[in-house]
Structures are given as structure tokens and as C-alpha cells.
């Protein structure tokens, strides 16, 4: 029926990629006010029903057309409110993506697609009368003995038993199913353990902790910039203890989900309460559990991945992002926000101290930290008795390699294995080798949708498209010109560890590289398989954040040299914080440590400013080359990509996507432009970069010109997409 122009509608952000908000009329008997707003509704949408979230109300216009009505409303007081829904509209306006997409982003997939808000109430498991009775008929010292005496003395907590025991879930289902425990609701914030003391701080870790408790109550940007080994996480939990003694909630974000399982042990023993986790490894269920027990208020500690940034935090008392320089936490497709810098906007608008540490700050965080505007806290000296590891730098031009590695390196690996220690060998490429080449003629193997080689795998067996994934078998002979001298050049992480099976066969070795981590707790359960003997580690980039080897004392870098050269002018910033995170896996305990640096290059800028006077010297190298250069942080970029399986319809849309964008002298448009990888998976690829050394300048060209690019007829043809800050510009 049509709609009286005064009647209050709802105005829905629904998720598809469209820049407005739907109206739509109450269910039938119900009333369109405020306390609609943050609540879910399920609507009718063409052909089919969505979820989304009211985000206002008001009358329609003299010009709406008849209107549906929502067919449910699925929340009795809204999800998104207060606080998180004011910075998810902020995200929505600074990256320019529809409301709805980024309220959906911040959901998990469980309530956006519906589903009530689960139970978060605690459980803990107790021995029933039957149980008392038939403990002595358990098979003495079995698991399910242990497990029932541990009951014996009373309710424990589940989270108390994931502190004790990893797998004690099958037992305990046993022994339910014979009637012997039952499972019983615990209080809301019920205590796990008693908190246990940590080490004693040393003077530059007290005073950092003192500065950051001090800021409680106000929102301040704290820089902990402290070299690897040097205790941040120790401040990180003397400051978490101090905000639960307030009564406030804290919210910690790691890069990586192998970080999350040792981070989970570590702070549910020293703090003593349910620490929560939160990453794209746990089932959909668990995750909207882990969500609705921080939106109750329950959950005190969280600890999760980029997407955890959009949790509730109605009792905030504290952020944290540890490896804040990581590239983990900018997302790369959809709404590429970045949860670093979300974590910023959320502790201003909650009035909370967020804590950004890194032994390798980005240039970025330091350049705000030297203007001011972010405290600066340093831990210059490795925590204990551990002392930085020494670096050698091992020049292999006309050297004999093997995989790689030269004599002298693998020499040195061998002095360490003898002595009852463990080595790293870093190298940042997965598979077998990065091409695979014929010696007659020169032919590669490219892949057929992209313009970049094919990586070999499986020990030579078969060929694999990062960029795309396809995949396909070695030929027997060479497409080109049917010889046999096919040949893989360069190593891998799999070269590698064939290659040092061979040399040291008596020794463990472990991979840890995407192939080998795609399960759950893999890389804790890799180097729990090399224990605290001999052994070797092969690894990449995932090796280099925030485990704790303390018999490591060798780390062995390889293959440096193509991160030297590149065209990007982030490269030198990642290269250096690679080397310098991957060198300070070595030495974090007694024993000395020692880096080797495998190059053709030892005497390049990069590496002489590193060796001469660390990160510290570098960064402000760097710096001031940014500066000379126009680059961030003295700059602002956003850029718009598109892709079409027909070139020109890329360049047609970039084309009038400059026009649509242009007018202001201060924001600069280069482009169109082929992407640097100009063909993945098919598609042809196009960019236009838009650079402004004022943001407030950027954001209002975007405001101003993004509104007229879904407009375009040319936007039909492609697939298009704006990511502001762009941390690749690929």
C-alpha cells in the first residue's frame, strides 16, 4: 500500500555494493523508532531475503515508492550501537565502501546471516555421586582416572582445563557418557587460576608500564618501539593485569593466527581469567560465541587477528597491537580497512590508551611518534640475560651453492648441530623452486592466466600459480623445443629442506611455510615436534614474528637479494623489518646467538645502514627519503583498480574514472595505468593512483567523486575497487 510521507520508515544497510540505504516499512503491527537502530531485520530483496542492519529511521519522502515491510526484526535491542557503530560509519565514509558491506564485515558469519546471539555462559565440569562411586574402577594412572581425581576436588572450569591439557575434551565426553561428570554453568566472570607473578621488570620496562597506566581513562597513542627480546610482552601484561583490576575490558591484536595459540597459554597463566581468542580458524560458531560474549560484557581479554578490531567493547580499558608494522593487519580484499588503524579511531572515540608495539615500528607510527603526536617508549636492551646476536654478513659472489646455501654457511650449521643447538634457515619462498627453465632454449614455464612464472612444487613433480593457483604437471619435455634439460632454478623452502635433509640426516628438521600450516595450531605443533635437542628450521616470513625459540642460537638468511631491487618504495621498509625480526629469533636465552646474511650485494646501502646502526638508523635514512620523494607518511594515496576479462574496457572506466575524480590542483591523479602484474587469473588490470599531501584534501576529492564512479556506464564492464592507504600498489 503506498506510504503516508510523514510514516517513519527503516532505512536498511544491506550488504551488497551498492553506496545508499534501503527503506523499508516495520513488520506489520510494529513502529519505526530509534530503538530499531543497530538491530537486525530480515528483508525481502528483489528475489531474495537478506539480513541487515537498521542504520536510521525517519519518514519517507513525498517521492518514495510503495515500500515492503521487513518480514523480521531478529534483535530485541541492537548489536551495533554507541561507540561501534559511530566508528563503523566512520570506516564506511574514510574508505568509501557502502554502509552496509562494513556492517556485515563487522558481524561474524553466524549473525549475518541470521542466527540468534548465542549462549556465552561459562561452563566448567564437575564428577557426579556415580562418579565418586566408580572412580576406583578406573584403570589407575589412565587419563580418564587423572581427569576424574582432578574433578574430585570440585567444579573446574573449562578454560582451566585448556590451561592444564590440550585434548582432555574426548576423555571427558567418555566419561560423561558413562555418567561419571556432568558439564554446569559457571558465573559470568568467574576466575580461571590465581594470577601468577611474572619476571621481575627491568627499569625501562617499569617506566614504560607506568606511562602506559597512567594514561587509563583518556585516549593516548603509545609507540612501544623495543628490540626483539626485550620484554614488550611483559608490558603488554602488566598493563592488561592493571586494566582488569579496573574492571575494564582489553582487547589485544596479533598478525598472525600462529601467534595466537602461545599468546593464549601465556596470558591465561599470567592473568589468571577466561582469555578469549578470536581468528579465521575457529568455526563460525565459536566465533559469534567469542563476539557475544565481548558485546555482554563477559569476555574481559581478547585476544585475535585483524577482524577482531570490530568486537564490542563495552567496558574498554585498553587496545593493543602488538607487531604493529605487520601487513596482517591490513585487509587486501572487500573493505580493506586497516585494524591498526581502526584500533586508533575506536581508543579516541572510547577514550582508552591504544598500545602499538613492534621491535620494527612502521615508518608511519615513527614519524607520528617524532612529531609528537604518539608517545614514545623504548626498550633498548634484550630482557634477562640474553644479548643481541651477532651478524655476519657472507658475501657468495663466485661461490659454490647447493640449494642455495654455500659451503661456508652449511659449515657453520654444522658447528651449531654438533653443539646440541638449533638453526633457522630463512628463506621468504615457498615451493620447490620460483621457475622452471629448459636449458636448450630458454623457454619458462608461465601460467596461462597471468603475466608471472609458475612456481615448481612437489620436488620437481608439479607446477602452481601463486597468484591465481593453477596448476599442472612438469612436462616430460620442453613445449618449445622437446628437450629434455628442464631445469627448476633457484630454491624454495622445499629445495632447502631436501637439500639439508640430505647434508644432516641425523638431525630433526621441520617446514614451516603456507604448504605445511594450513591446519590449526600447525606451527606450534611443528616446533613442538623439533623439541629442545638438535634440530634444523626452514621457514619463511611466518617463522619471523614472536616465537619464542630459546634453543636457537643460528639463523641463517637466504635469498635476500630480490628484495633489494624492487620497484616498490615500501620494499627497503619491509626488507629491513624482515631481516631484523627473523635475526632476532636467535639468542633469546643464555646462549649467544649468531645471523648470517646470504648476498651478491654485501655492499648495499640497505645493508651497511642496518649493520652500522640498526633500525633505528635506517628508518630515519628512509625517512628522509620519503620526504624527498613525495611518499607517505609525508603524502596520502588511494588507489582505484579495475579488472575486466577486455583491456579496453579497463582503460575506458580509468579514463572516466580521472574525469570523475579530477578537480583539485592539491590531488594529484597518475593514470590510468597497467598494474604491475598487468593479467591475473585471466582478467586484465589497471590502476589510477591519486596522491594529495594533505589527507582532509584526499578524502574530500573521494567524498566528492567516488558517488559518480557507480554511476559511470563504464563501471558496468569492470570490476572495480578504492583502497585508500594502499599498502601495495599492485
Known amino acids: 500500500m503506498p506510504t503516508p510521507s510523514a510514516a517513519p520508515v527503516l532505512r536498511v544497510a544491506l550488504p551488497v555494493p551498492l553506496p545508499r540505504l534501503f527503506d523499508y516499512l516495520p513488520p506489520a503491527g510494529g513502529r519505526a523508532d530509534a530503538d530499531w537502530i543497530g538491530c537486525r531485520v530480515r528483508v525481502p530483496f528483489g528475489r531474495r531475503e537478506l ?15 510503495e515500500l515492503k515491510a521487513a518480514l523480521a526484526r531478529l534483535d530485541p535491542e541492537p548489536l551495533l550501537a554507541g561507540e561501534l557503530l559511530d566508528s563503523l560509519r566512520w570506516a564506511a565514509r574514510y574508505y568509501h565502501e557502502p554502509l552496509g558491506q562494513v556492517l556485515a564485515t563487522a558481524l561474524p558469519t553466524a549473525l549475518r546471516a541470521g542466527q540468534p546471539l548465542p549462549d556465552t555462559c561459562a561452563h566448567g565440569w564437575t564428577l557426579t555421586e556415580a562418579g565418586r562411586t566408580g572412580l576406583a574402577g578406573l584403570r589407575p594412572h589412565s587419563r580418564p582416572r587423572r581427569i576424574a581425581e582432578r574433578l574430585r576436588e570440585g567444579v573446574v572450569a573449562e578454560d582451566r582445563l585448556d590451561l592444564e591439557s590440550d585434548d582432555w575434551r574426548p576423555v571427558m ?35 614504560a608500564v607506568a606511562e602506559i597506566t597512567a594514561a587509563f581513562g583518556r585516549f593516548r597513542p603509545l609507540l612501544l618501539e623495543g628490540v626483539t627480546g626485550s620484554g614488550k610482552t611483559e608490558v603488554y601484561l602488566e598493563a592488561i593485569a592493571d586494566t582488569l583490576r579496573r574492571g575494564r575490558q582489553a582487547l589485544v591484536l596479533v598478525p598472525e593466527i600462529g601467534l595466537t595459540p602461545q599468546t593464549l597459554r601465556r596470558f591465561r597463566a599470567r592473568l589468571g581469567v577466561p582469555v578469549h581468542a578470536l581468528h579465521s580458524g575457529l568455526a563460525d560458531g565459536e566465533r559469534a560465541r567469542v563476539w557475544a560474549a565481548m558485546w555482554r560484557g563477559q569476555a574481559r581479554v581478547l585476544v585475535g587477528t585483524r577482524s577482531a578490531i570490530f568486537c564490542p567493547l563495552p567496558e574498554a580499558g585498553l587496545i593493543v597491537v602488538d607487531e604493529e608494522h605487520d601487513g596482517s593487519y591490513k585487509q587486501q580484499d572487500g573493505l580493506r580497512y586497516s585494524a591498526r588503524d581502526l584500533a586508533l579511531v575506536r581508543g579516541k572515540a572510547l577514550g582508552v590508551p591504544v598500545l602499538l608495539g613492534s621491535a620494527t615500528p612502521s615508518l608511519e607510527s615513527l614519524h607520528h611518534a617524532h612529531a609528537g603526536r604518539y608517545g614514545h617508549l623504548s626498550l633498548r636492551q634484550r630482557a634477562g640475560e640474553a644479548r643481541p646476536p651477532s651478524v655476519r654478513v657472507l658475501d657468495i659472489r663466485k661461490r659454490k651453492l647447493d640449494a642455495g646455501l654455500s659451503e661456508e654457511l652449511l659449515a657453520a650449521i654444522d658447528t651449531r648441530l654438533r653443539r646440541g643447538e ?9 615451493g620447490y623452486a ?3 627453465l629448459c636449458h636448450d632454449c630458454g623457454w619458462s614455464a608461465q601460467c596461462r592466466r597471468c603475466d608471472a612464472p609458475m612456481t615448481v612444487h612437489g620436488r620437481g613433480r608439479r607446477l602452481i600459480c601463486h597468484h591465481c593457483g593453477a596448476r599442472q604437471s612438469v612436462p616430460p619435455a620442453c613445449p618449445a623445443c622437446a628437450s629434455l634439460a628442464l631445469q627448476p632454478q633457484g630454491a624454495g623452502t622445499e629445495r632447502i629442506e631436501d637439500a639439508l635433509a640430505a647434508r644432516f640426516p641425523d638431525y630433526p628438521l621441520v617446514r614451516v611455510d603456507r604448504e605445511t600450516t594450513r591446519h590449526r595450531d600447525a606451527v606450534e605443533k611443528h616446533l613442538a615436534t623439533l623439541g629442545d635437542g638438535p634440530g634444523l628450521l626452514v621457514g619463511t616470513q611466518i617463522l619471523a614474528k614472536g616465537h619464542d625459540l630459546p634453543r636457537l642460537t643460528l639463523v641463517c638468511v637466504v635469498g635476500i637479494d630480490e628484495g633489494l631491487f624492487s620497484a616498490d618504495f615500501r620494499a627497503p621498509e619491509r626488507l629491513a623489518q624482515l631481516l631484523i625480526q627473523v635475526a632476532g629469533r636467535a639468542g633469546r636465552a643464555q646462549a649467544a646467538g649468531e645471523v648470517i646474511l646470504q648476498t651478491h650485494h654485501p655492499e648495499h646501502p640497505l645493508l651497511t645502514t642496518l649493520l652500522a646502526g640498526g633500525y633505528p638508523a635506517f628508518a630515519a635514512l628512509e625517512l628522509a627519503q620519503r620526504e624527498a620523494a ?22 575506458a572506466f580509468l579514463r572516466a574514472a580521472r574525469a570523475a575524480l579530477a578537480g583539485d590542483e592539491t590531488v594529484a591523479l597518475h593514470g590510468p595505468l597497467p598494474a604491475p602484474m598487468a593479467r591475473r587469473a585471466g582478467r586484465h588490470r589497471g590502476q589510477l593512483l591519486l ?26 564492464r569492470v570490476r572495480w575497487s578504492l583502497d585508500v592507504d594502499p599498502l601495495d600498489l599492485y
Open 173 to 207: 565426553r567418555a566419561l560423561a557418557r558413562r555418567g561419571y561428570v556432568e558439564r554446569v554453568a559457571l558465573p559470568p566472570r568467574h576466575a580461571v587460576a590465581e594470577a601468577t607473578p611474572g619476571p621481575a621488570l627491568n627499569g625501562a620496562q617499569r617506566a
Open 434 to 436: 620460483p621457475v622452471l
Open 51 to 65: 539480513v541487515g542492519v537498521v542504520a536510521e529511521t525517519g519518514p519517507a519522502g513525498d517521492d518514495a515508492p
Open 630 to 651: 613525495g611518499f607517505p607518511p609525508f603524502a596520502h594515496l588511494a588507489l582505484l583498480r579495475a579488472e575486466a576479462p577486455d583491456e579496453g574496457a579497463v582503460t
Open 691 to 716: 596522491s594529495a599531501p594533505l589527507r582532509p584534501a584526499l578524502q574530500a576529492r573521494l567524498h566528492a567523486g567516488v558517488p559518480r564512479l557507480y554511476a559511470l556506464p563504464e563501471a558496468r
Open 422 to 430: 638449533q638453526v633457522l634457515v630463512f628463506k621468504n619462498r615457498r
